[in-house]
């Protein structure tokens, strides 16, 4: 993890955060006390920042700092608005092709997903702030820098996120196991939405409530399920194809 990506104590973390700071995740000493710790859960909580406890050692490995049992990393991009994001692309292309990850928690897998995605033309990609993975050295890493080349947008809800896809005709389509179609029956050569869900839950039920389209890659293995990085690849090289 890059040093420059990395803030350490207490009232420098509040800071940044209320500066308006891409803090992605907050790493906080376990059992840590104190007023000053209250008033950093207040703020994170506020302003929905993601945080975990780790033990002490974890934080003397990122910074031998003086770091009062808490450490912040701050993301190398510059995330988007949804309106900017979506006003911006439709003003280019009739067909767009946006990607929404629910709770991609891995940054690996993140960073594979965002290097497909710009490989594939993906015009933007949505993800939660709260339960998403950060944008931190392994995910650029892991996309190869592709991160630094596709809009990436942080919404406060998946579920609103959706709601402003359709409302800005896009069609929401969910990648899921729980449905009897095929990714090959349905068209994907219009303005089209792909969401995948994480690694462990797939996609939140509520969210499969409200989508447009339901769709299965088919399975002739033993084992249920695929990479959540190679499942969207599937899908977006579908799409690709379609479209071609």
Not at 7 to 26: H, L, M, S, Y
Not at 140 to 146: I, L, N
Request: aromatic share 6%; hydrophobic share 45%; with cysteine.
């Amino acid at each position: 993890m890059e040093k420059e990506h990395l803030i350490f104590g207490i009232r420098a973390i509040v800071e940044a955060i209320q500066a308006g700071k891409e803090v992605d995740k907050v790493f906080l000493q376990k059992d840590a006390q104190g007023e000053l710790m209250k008033d950093l859960l207040k703020v994170m909580k506020r302003n929905n920042v993601n945080f975990t406890y780790v033990p002490v050692e974890k934080l003397n490995r990122l910074t031998p700092n003086n770091h009062q049992g808490a450490v912040a990393t701050i993301a190398p991009i510059s995330f988007v608005e949804i309106e900017a994001l979506i006003e911006n692309v439709l003003e280019k292309t009739k067909t767009p092709l946006f990607l929404v990850l629910d709770q991609i928690s891995d940054a690996r897998n993140f960073g594979a997903i965002i290097r497909t995605a710009e490989c594939s033309g993906v015009d933007g990609i949505i993800v939660q702030k709260s339960g998403a993975a950060p944008v931190n050295g392994d995910t650029v890493k892991t996309s190869a820098g592709a991160v630094f080349n596709i809009p990436i947008c942080r919404v406060e809800h998946i579920k609103d996120a959706i709601f402003f896809l359709q409302g800005s005709g896009i069609k929401t389509v969910a990648a899921t196991e729980k449905t009897d179609q095929t990714i090959y029956d349905i068209a994907l050569n219009e303005p089209v939405a792909i969401i995948m869900g994480s690694e462990d839950r797939g996609i939140n039920p509520s969210v499969l409530k409200i989508v447009d389209e339901k769709a299965k890659l088919p399975m002739f293995g033993t084992i249920g399920s695929l990479n959540v990085s190679v499942a969207c690849g599937a899908f977006l090289y579908e799409a690709v194809r379609q479209r071609k």
